[in-house]
């Protein structure tokens, strides 16, 4: 276990801020220290502005996210189409072009891979497996000071952390210290890996990456920043609003945009913790309804929502009403609500505008988060679908698109800037 200041130094050596080399060091606004809500955490040291940036942070490692059902593409570039993928014939990677086979990423998989002994040949071995295990097997590139950097962060280690570890051993013969850490680089990016977004629309491999820095962010559904991708996946992250010093920096570790039992549940899913922070302790979410249902009652247009938002069992009722409905109730709708968006062509800008206003509102308020993402995806197909336009489509009214930026400015105000944390 490092210490806290030996931990410090390490990500000031990796954010380029310090150098063990020529003992220089350039000062930020941060330290690592003890967190409020235990462990450790990042805390302010001085006071920072609203928009200023606390770090630009990079991946110690990061490739392909490791979920079964994900789509697997070319383990270089990430393309998801080819008809021209190859599977190396020293490595059994997914390649798309000679080019991604001679590029310095593949040689470095390459030669990592290809020096374990096989147990099949090697066009037998499972490349789907390979490449949900590639970002763990990107650890053995890494520095002795970098993996102890990565192995001090904090780690899941529940038996279903880094199955695909141990499915590889059908393949190869891995070295025993190789495989621990290897299974510990797993158990790592599991607790702390942050999904790197692509360009939205863009079609390719989803990836994620082991961030160090803010991976040591502890979480908040009000966060007091934000962060951002560029070309070369480097994450920076800003605040969103003043920080006084002595303060925790947090980050959301799930969807800002989504309500209350949606961000509870995948948190406790990726996470394995119910979180209980201000946001989802009060029903109303700071009065953005979210998560609001339409009353039951047929008489009645109020909203339907959770009596005790942290109890995942709790009855709802209705704000005009008080109608109460029990929890089952409203996980059946829940669910009803969450295969009619599975069904969605989501390209399909009058099937999705349809949906929007013939067949779901019908449910739920103009307030829930599914709104909302609708609207956001049909702001983004007007934009660039064929014989639509932003501002010229007829359409775009009863879709209330030109008020969904004032609604997202009035989330963004509630949910970010009401009281201190
Ligand atoms: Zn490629
Ligand atoms: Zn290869
Ligand atoms: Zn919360
Ligand atoms: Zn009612």
């Given at each position: 276990?490092?210490?806290?200041e030996?931990?410090?130094?390490?990500?000031?050596?990796?954010l380029?801020?310090?150098?063990?080399?020529?003992?220089?060091?350039?000062?930020?606004?941060?330290?690592?220290?003890?967190?409020?809500?235990?462990?450790?955490?990042?805390?302010?040291?001085?006071?920072?502005?609203?928009?200023?940036v606390?770090?630009?942070?990079?991946?110690?490692?990061?490739?392909?996210?490791?979920?079964?059902i994900l789509?697997?593409?070319?383990?270089?570039?990430?393309?998801?189409?080819s008809?021209?993928?190859?599977?190396?014939?020293?490595?059994?990677?997914?390649?798309?072009?000679?080019?991604?086979?001679?590029?310095?990423?593949?040689?470095?998989?390459?030669?990592?891979?290809?020096?374990?002994?096989?147990?099949?040949?090697?066009?037998?071995?499972?490349?789907?497996?390979l490449s949900?295990?590639?970002?763990?097997?990107?650890?053995?590139?890494?520095?002795?000071?970098?993996?102890?950097?990565?192995?001090?962060?904090?780690?899941?280690?529940?038996?279903q952390?880094?199955?695909?570890?141990?499915?590889?051993?059908?393949f190869?013969?891995?070295?025993?210290?190789?495989?621990?850490?290897?299974?510990?680089?797993?158990?790592?990016?599991?607790?702390?890996?942050?999904?790197?977004?692509s360009?939205?629309?863009?079609?390719?491999?989803s990836?994620r990456?082991?961030y160090?820095?803010?991976?040591?962010?502890?979480?908040?559904?009000?966060?007091?920043?934000?962060?951002s991708?560029?070309?070369?996946y480097?994450?920076?992250?800003?605040?969103?609003?003043?920080?006084p010093?002595?303060?925790?920096?947090?980050?959301?570790?799930?969807?800002v945009?989504?309500?209350?039992?949606?961000?509870?549940?995948?948190?406790?899913?990726?996470?394995?913790?119910?979180?209980?922070?201000?946001?989802?302790?009060?029903?109303?979410?700071?009065?953005?309804?979210?998560?609001a249902?339409?009353c039951?009652?047929?008489?009645?247009?109020?909203?339907?929502?959770?009596?005790?938002?942290?109890?995942?069992?709790?009855?709802?009722?209705?704000?005009?009403?008080?109608?109460?409905?029990?929890?089952?109730?409203?996980?059946?709708?829940?669910?009803?609500?969450?295969?009619?968006?599975g069904?969605?062509?989501?390209?399909?800008?009058?099937?999705?505008e349809?949906?929007?206003?013939?067949r779901?509102t019908?449910?739920i308020?103009?307030?829930?988060?599914?709104?909302?993402?609708?609207?956001?995806?049909?702001?983004?197909?007007?934009?660039?679908?064929?014989?639509?336009?932003?501002?010229?489509?007829?359409?775009?009214?009863?879709?209330?698109?030109?008020?969904?930026?004032?609604r997202?400015?009035?989330?963004?105000?509630?949910?970010?800037t009401s009281?201190?944390?």
């Amino acid at each position: 276990m490092l210490s806290a200041e030996q931990l410090s130094l390490m990500v000031k050596e990796h954010l380029g801020l310090y150098s063990y080399y020529d003992d220089v060091q350039h000062s930020c606004k941060w330290i690592v220290g003890e967190s409020s809500v235990g462990g450790r955490g990042l805390i302010a040291t001085e006071n920072i502005a609203a928009g200023e940036v606390l770090f630009v942070d990079h991946p110690l490692i990061y490739g392909p996210r490791a979920g079964t059902i994900l789509q697997q593409g070319c383990t270089v570039c990430c393309k998801l189409d080819s008809d021209e993928f190859f599977k190396c014939s020293k490595c059994a990677l997914l390649l798309c072009s000679g080019q991604c086979q001679d590029s310095g990423v593949h040689s470095d998989d390459c030669a990592i891979i290809s020096r374990w002994g096989t147990k099949v040949p090697i066009e037998d071995v499972d490349d789907k497996l390979l490449s949900r295990a590639l970002t763990a097997i990107r650890v053995l590139l890494l520095s002795e000071n970098q993996k102890q950097f990565m192995a001090s962060l904090q780690a899941h280690t529940s038996p279903q952390h880094g199955t695909e570890i141990k499915d590889l051993k059908q393949f190869f013969d891995i070295p025993e210290d190789e495989e621990q850490l290897m299974t510990l680089a797993c158990c790592v990016l599991d607790t702390n890996a942050f999904q790197i977004a692509s360009l939205y629309g863009k079609k390719e491999m989803s990836l994620r990456g082991l961030y160090p820095v803010s991976g040591l962010l502890n979480h908040n559904c009000i966060s007091n920043t934000r962060y951002s991708y560029n070309n070369e996946y480097q994450m920076t992250v800003k605040a969103v609003k003043p920080i006084p010093k002595g303060a925790e920096i947090f980050t959301c570790y799930s969807g800002v945009l989504w309500g209350t039992p949606a961000r509870r549940t995948h948190l406790y899913k990726t996470k394995h913790f119910w979180c209980k922070c201000e946001r989802c302790a009060d029903p109303t979410e700071r009065g953005t309804l979210l998560a609001a249902l339409k009353c039951f009652s047929s008489e009645c247009s109020g909203c339907l929502l959770p009596i005790e938002p942290l109890k995942p069992s709790t009855p709802w009722r209705c704000l005009e009403c008080s109608l109460r409905i029990p929890s089952n109730n409203i996980c059946a709708i829940q669910g009803a609500l969450g295969s009619l968006m599975g069904t969605l062509n989501f390209e399909n800008v009058e099937e999705l505008e349809n949906f929007l206003l013939y067949r779901v509102t019908k449910y739920i308020p103009k307030t829930n988060q599914i709104v909302i993402d609708l609207q956001c995806r049909l702001i983004w197909e007007f934009g660039d679908a064929e014989g639509f336009r932003w501002h010229g489509k007829i359409a775009c009214k009863p879709c209330n698109l030109e008020k969904l930026y004032s609604r997202l400015i009035m989330i963004h105000v509630l949910v970010y800037t009401s009281t201190e944390m």
